[in-house]
C-alpha cells in the first residue's frame, strides 16, 4: 500500500511538473522575470549585459517551451548564465524611512504553477541580494528618477519579438516607478495578461500605436499622454469646424465663430449648444475616445477629449442642436486646422482689484510671475480678500507666496519617493512649506479650482489651504499630481507621475483631486450669458461668509 501511495505521489509531481502552458503564460512570466533581473540582479543591473538581445533570444526560445518543466530549465539555465550574485550585508540592514508598500508585490516568484523550487530559490535570492546603488538603467536628479541606456526600435511595427519587447518595457516601468500604480482601475498584472494577446496579434503601424496608447491608458493618470502623429490624424481626425466652444452639462456651448481662409458662412451662432454630432451624444463621444485616452478620472477623460469632439477627417459633420428652445439638425462643411482663422487671446491681466472700492484682489496664477510676487502684494495686502485664479497652471511661484501668506511654518503635503535600493517600494516624506511670519495675510485666501488645476497647481492649491482663512471654491481639481518620468516608448514620447503625493495624514488625492469647499461648476445658461459662476461665487462668499 505504501509503494503505491509513493507512486501516486511521484506521478502527480511529475504531472504538475510538466504541465502544458499558454503562449500568454509563458510571455507574462518572461516579462516578470526579465523586468525584475533589469533592476535587481547585480550583474544586470550594472549593464554587463546587452538585455534588449537577451530578451528577444528568450522570446524565441519560448516557442519551443511547452510545459512547465521545459520552462523552467531554460530560466534556471538563464540565471547561471549571468554570473555569481555575492550576498549582500548591506540589504540585510534595517531602514529608518517610512515605508509605503501598497506597490509592493514580488509573490509572482512564488507562484508554483509557474516556477519550480529551484528557480523560486534562485530569483528569491536575487532579491535578497540585489543590486544596490548605480544602476546602469535609471538615474537620479534631485527628487526625480529617469530612465537611461535605453535602445530606439522606432514607432513602426516590425516584428512580434520588438512588440512584446515595448510592451515588456513599459510593463515593468509602471510595476517598478509608478507610485499609483495599486489605484488603478484593473491589476497590473490582469493589465499584462489582456495586453500580451493583443501585442502578439498586431500587423500594422496604426495596430501598433493604437495598442500602445491603450496600454498607457490602462494606468488611469492625468500626467499620462502618448504623442503619436498617426493615431492623431487617422484617429480623432485633420479637420473641423470653425468656432470654439465650452463644455458643461454632457453638452457643447458655442463661445466664438471663427473665420476662415475662404470666407464661408457659418450657419451656426455664439449660444447654440450642441448635444449630438455625428450620432452619438457629447458623453458617447467621450467613452468612444476613453479607450486611447489615459486620465485619473472622468472629468480629466473631458478634460482631454474636449478639443477633439468636433475634429473629423470628412468633408462634413453633422450636428444636432439646441437654439431658442428648438432643436435643429445640421451638415457643416469642415475645414484643415490651417485654414481655420483663430483670433489670439489677449493676455490676461496678472493681478487687478476686482470691486470698485479695492478691498478685493485677484491674481491670475497661470500668468503671474515670482518676479511679480512683491509688486503685486504690495498693491493687495490691505484689501478684504484675495482670490487666487487656480483654473490654469501656476509659474513655480509656490515658495514665495507661502512665506507672505502663511502664518507659520507648517505642513502641506506628504511625498512618496521610489526608493532605488529596492525597487517598487516607496518611502514617505512629509513637506512643510512658509516661514514664521507675524504679518502674513490676515484676510481670506479665496482659491479657484476646476478640472484644470493639475498637478503642480494642486500642490499650489495644498499650499493655500494651510491659511487659517482659506477657501477653495470650483469642482474636483485633476487629481494627478507629483513630478513626472519622461521617457519614450516605441520612439513615442510619453510620460507618467513620478512622485506619489497626498494629504499631511496620509489621504488620497491621486485620481479624487482636491475637493472644493464650495462645489459650482459652469451650466450652459451661464456659458450662454457669458458668465463666470464660479468667479461669482467666490464673490458671494466673500460679501455673505457662506
Known sequence: MRKFSIFIILFFSLHFSAQALSETQKLESLCKVWGFLKYYHPNVAKGNFNWDQQLFQKISELENINDKN?????YSNWLESLGKVDECKECLKEDNKIFFLKNFDLNWINNQEIFTPN????????????????????????????FRNENSYG??????????????RYWNYVEYFFPYKYGTDQNWNDVLTEMIPKFVAITNDENYQ???AELVTKIDDSHAFLFSRLISLNQYGRKSIPVEYSYAEGKLVITKINSTTFNEENPLKVGDIIYDINGLTIPQKVNAFGKYIPASNSWGKIKKAKNLFLMTNGDSIQLKIERDGKNLALQLKTFLLKDIISEKPTQPEKWKFIDDEKKIGYVNMGVIEKTDLDEMYNTLK???SIIFDLRNYPKQTILPLSRMLLPKNTIYYQFNFPDTNYLSKFYSRKNSIGRNNPDYYKGNVVVLVNENTQSQAETTTMMFKQHPKAKVIGSNTAGANGDIIRFNIADLETCFTGLGAYYPDGKETQRIGIIPDIMIKPSVKGIREGRDEVLERALDYIKNGH
Open 382 to 384: 490691505s484689501t478684504g
Open 155 to 168: 514607432s513602426k511595427f516590425t516584428s512580434k519579438q520588438i512588440s512584446l519587447f515595448e510592451l515588456f
Open 119 to 146: 528557480v523560486i530559490q534562485k530569483l528569491q535570492f536575487i532579491q535578497n541580494n540585489r543590486n544596490l546603488g548605480e544602476n546602469h538603467y535609471f538615474g537620479k536628479g534631485g527628487r526625480k528618477v529617469y
Open 210 to 212: 493604437l495598442t500602445l
Open 70 to 74: 521545459q520552462l523552467n530549465e531554460l
